[in-house]
């Protein structure tokens, strides 16, 4: 499990942390991802290209398991 810290801020969009891991080459690409049900926030499949994450999240994407720190 990979762990991102938000480090002074109190959340991150889906979409941008994706972009942030280069686990999607563009904000488009992201958006496909997320809009197609590749992507699971606290093992429920998340459609909202924007959803706030906050420190205790899990996103899951492929083989990729990312835990959101504050």
Do not use: W
Not at 27 to 37: C, V, W
Not at 42 to 67: A, S, W
Request: with cysteine; glycine share 8%; net charge neutral.
């Amino acid at each position: 499990m990979q762990e991102f810290r938000l480090e002074n801020h109190e959340y991150i969009q889906l979409n941008q942390l994706l972009k942030l891991l280069n686990l999607a080459g563009s904000g488009g690409e992201a958006n496909l991802l997320i809009t197609s049900g590749q992507i699971r926030v606290n093992q429920c499949t998340e459609l909202q290209k924007r959803k706030k994450l906050r420190p205790g999240d899990i996103v899951e994407f492929q083989e990729h398991t990312i835990r959101i720190a504050d």
